[in-house]
Every structure is written in C-alpha cells, then in structure tokens.
C-alpha cells in the first residue's frame, strides 16, 4: 500500500448530480460492501432523506469517499446536518493531511480528508436557507456503525476542549439512539 499518496494534485469533491456515470459509483459501492461499510452499500443508502446531496471526493479517477448533508429541520429548525453517510476506502483512511487525533476523529476517522468536504456541505446547506449544521454520531455500537460509536466515544472525551463542535443532546433520530453535535467552525484542521 502506499502512504504517500498526493492528493493536491490528484484529490477533487464534486457534488454528485444525476449526470455523473453510475460506474463509479457502483464501484464504490461494490469496494464498500467488500469492506463491510454497509450504510453505504447502495445509493438509496445514501440518499435516503428529501432535501440531500452527495458529495464525493475522487483520488485520480476513483471514488475513494463520500458524506452527503441533508435538511435536518424535522428535528432542528433551520439546521441541516453534515458529515451524514461518511464512507472512506480502507486504503485511503488516515492519508494525506493532518493526522492530529482529535481532527482524525472528528472527520470519522478519516484523517483530513472528509474535513474538506463539510464546509462544502455547509455552504452548499446555506445556499439551502441552513442557519445551523448538526452531525450525529451513534451512541451505541451496531454491525453498521462502529466507527461512529468509537467517534461518539472520543468526542464525549473531547468536546471540552475543543471549540470546532458543541454537545446538544442525545436523541432517538431515526430509530437509532444518536449524540447530536452543533458545528460551531470550519476551521477542522486545528
């Protein structure tokens, strides 16, 4: 494998549109299930909510991963939530920017990678008459989403010393008992 992979001149996130040619998302897709990301196994997975976009980003040609945001507001006013559906390809986590911990976890372990898509969902969401940008981890650790009980875990641990996100309340959102967290800065490489 290799770690030196570079993305300034090969890394791009695109916001998905029915134009893009579903080959590369259904080789995404078929890399996912093989890797057992199975929230993102399919795009009606992904683009389960009215109101949502898709962002990928490509390494070279390929789809290495993907977060959608989507209009929040049936559980927060005027809020949108970021960071939804991440999926990284195993080869390409923890690659290529900032491996502080904190960040790393934050952008679901992911490294700095999907920390350059969430301000394009923010304003992508503004555009959208968004006021306020939640993401949720799950509180509790299910077949599908490890990786956001362990970020859920290390975010309690964290959110007192780290002004990028505030604590609002753990809430049942979508038949799944979830931390709610309020993006308070851009600014997710600190």
């Known amino acids: ?32 299930k093989k890797e057992k990301l199975l929230n993102n196994i399919s795009f009606s997975d992904i683009m389960n909510k009215p109101k949502s976009k898709l962002f ?41 920017f900032s491996h502080n911990r904190v960040n790393k976890n934050f952008t679901g372990g992911v490294s700095g990678i999907l920390s350059k898509v969430i301000p394009l969902q923010v304003k992508y969401a503004q555009l959208q008459g968004a006021k306020q940008f939640y993401f949720t981890t799950n509180k509790y650790q299910t077949t599908t989403n490890s990786v956001s009980s362990k970020v859920d875990k290390l975010l309690n641990k964290v959110v007192n010393i780290d002004p990028r996100f505030s604590f609002i309340e753990i809430k049942i959102i979508y038949n799944t008992v979830q931390s709610v967290w309020k993006l308070n800065s851009l600014d997710l490489q600190l």
């Open 1 to 32: 494998m290799n770690s030196n992979y570079d993305f300034k001149d090969n890394l791009s996130i695109v916001e998905y549109d029915l134009n893009y040619p579903n080959k590369d998302l259904n080789t995404f897709f078929d890399k996912a």
């Open 56 to 96: 990928l980003v490509y390494f070279k040609s390929n789809i290495i991963a993907m977060s959608t945001t989507h209009d929040f507001s049936e559980y927060y006013k005027d809020t949108w939530r970021v960071a939804s559906r991440i999926a990284t390809l195993q080869e390409f986590k923890n690659r290529g």
